[in-house]
Structure formats: structure tokens, C-alpha cells
């Protein structure tokens, strides 16, 4: 479905576009109106469709949880109990992929915690960003000068909600567009937790090399390996690594040229 469809229908949530194929997804069951759709643009097919809850969609309850010094809670509960301690970041995930609980969100803020103790961190650029949790993450500890990027426009609209939902529209800006067009941007910080196609044109780019640390996840074992390669042939210190579920692999690392 082409960028910018006009699709006003009661009930539509939203659009996720990816590898050619559109997800239409609505808050009620919607059979004529997608019928209605499908007449207006005789390009599309429907391929599939299905009614399952929004716990289903997610994958489990959408509910508070901490990781590392954060507590994380989506805008429906924020009732938790807290400690003076707690950094807080509102997150309504929508229907992004992207609820914080994956094993490699977490070592990503645990990782961004670790930079900020270390170092003055004044820009970050979050590549991949999906509902914004690392982007508000980085805000929340004090950057001043975040960027968010996601190349699907219904991650940047609801990254947009949730910095909204933080009160960080003076720090925090999401945009849309390719990871490996942006990352020219300058910035102190880069995070990409982030598909290992993408991750390869990024860590090969010399723009890589003009950020002062990095955080790169999303890797398996073997896709792991291969990145810390490329990077031994870069002037680079890995300062700690990640390794969940015998998985999942997380890097932060620092670059001096």
C-alpha cells in the first residue's frame, strides 16, 4: 500500500508496512470496510485475516516492569510502587513490536546506563528506534539531544506518542527514514538494536566511526561474531558484552580515531 493512503475508517489504528506487504489493523472486526478499500484500489489483495486481542497481538500482557534503574509502565498503569531511585518512562507500545521486555532491550539499558555513569553524553541517535523505549531512555537520563529513526512510519508515530506521553518534545525528535541515511547525523552515542542486514552497512560506514561509543544488539551467535570481526579492524575498546539465553548478543563499545 502506497505512503500516505488516505484510510479514515472507524475503528483503524493504523498501517505497518513491511517487505512489500501492508497490516491493516482495526479495533473491531471490519470486513465491509476493508472490502470498501479493496474496491478503491484494485492493486491490493487481501492475503489474510485475523482476531485475536491485543495481549495476543503483544505476546502477554502489556504491564509495568523494571530493568536496571528504569520502571518501565505503559500509560494505563502507573500506579506502581517506586523508589526515589527509579528513572520512569511511560511506553504505550500500540501495536509496535517493541514493549521493552525483549532480553536485548534490556541489555540495552543496561548498557545506556553504563554510558551515562562513565561519560557526559550530550547526543544520542537511536537507529531502529520501533516505540522509542532506547530514545527514552537516553532522554530520561539526561541527554539533551536525541534522535530517534525508524524507517516504519507507524514506529516514528508511536515514538511520537510516547515522547509526548514523557514531556520530552524539547529533547527528543523521531523521524523517519533509513538507518543507514541518518547515521551521518552527528551525535556522541549510537544505539542500533536493529535487523543484522542493516547493522553490516552501518558498522562498514565511516560515519560509524565519527561517534565517540556505540550500542549494537539484535545479534545471534553467529551474527555476533561476524560484527566483532568488522570491529577489530576498526580502532575500537568493547567495554562490555551481553550474552542472553546462550542468544542473544549486546556490545558497547568505545572508538577513538
Not at 133 to 138: E, G, I, M, S, V
Not at 239 to 254: A, F, M, N, P, S
Request: with cysteine.
Amino acid at each position: 500500500m502506497e505512503h500516505g493512503t488516505d484510510i479514515s475508517f472507524s475503528g483503524f489504528i493504523g498501517n505497518w508496512e513491511e517487505d512489500g506487504f501492508s497490516f491493516l489493523f482495526f479495533s473491531r472486526p471490519s470486513h465491509a470496510e476493508v472490502e470498501e478499500l479493496l474496491k478503491k484500489h484494485p492493486s491490493l489483495t487481501l492475503i489474510d485475516k485475523y482476531n485475536m486481542t491485543y495481549d495476543e497481538w503483544q505476546g502477554g500482557a502489556v504491564a509495568p516492569f523494571r530493568a536496571g534503574g528504569f520502571l518501565i509502565e505503559p500509560p494505563w498503569h502507573t500506579e506502581s510502587e517506586r523508589s526515589l531511585k527509579d528513572k520512569k518512562i511511560i511506553l504505550d507500545p500500540g501495536i509496535v513490536f517493541g514493549t521493552g521486555t525483549h532480553p536485548t532491550t534490556n541489555d540495552c539499558l543496561e548498557a545506556l546506563e553504563i554510558v551515562f555513569y562513565r561519560k557526559d553524553v550530550k547526543s544520542v541517535i537511536d537507529l531502529g528506534t520501533g516505540t522509542g523505549l532506547l530514545a527514552l531512555a537516553a532522554a530520561g537520563l539526561g541527554c539533551s539531544k536525541v534522535l530517534a529513526v525508524d524507517f516504519n512510519l507507524l514506529a516514528v508515530k508511536t515514538a511520537r506518542k510516547n515522547i509526548e506521553l514523557n514531556g520530552f518534545e524539547d529533547r527528543l525528535l523521531a523521524v523517519h527514514g533509513r538507518a543507514e541515511d541518518l547515521i551521518f547525523c552527528p551525535a556522541d552515542l549510537v544505539i542500533a538494536n536493529i535487523h543484522y542486514d542493516v547493522m553490516k552497512r552501518l558498522i562498514y560506514s565511516e560515519e560509524f566511526l565519527n561517534k565517540k561509543m556505540f550500542i549494537i544488539s539484535g545479534l545471534l551467535r553467529s551474527q555476533a561474531l561476524n560484527v566483532l570481526s568488522i570491529l577489530s579492524q576498526y580502532p575500537v575498546k568493547i567495554i562490555k558484552k551481553w550474552e542472553r539465553e546462550g542468544v542473544w548478543h549486546t556490545y558497547l563499545g568505545e572508538i577513538s580515531v
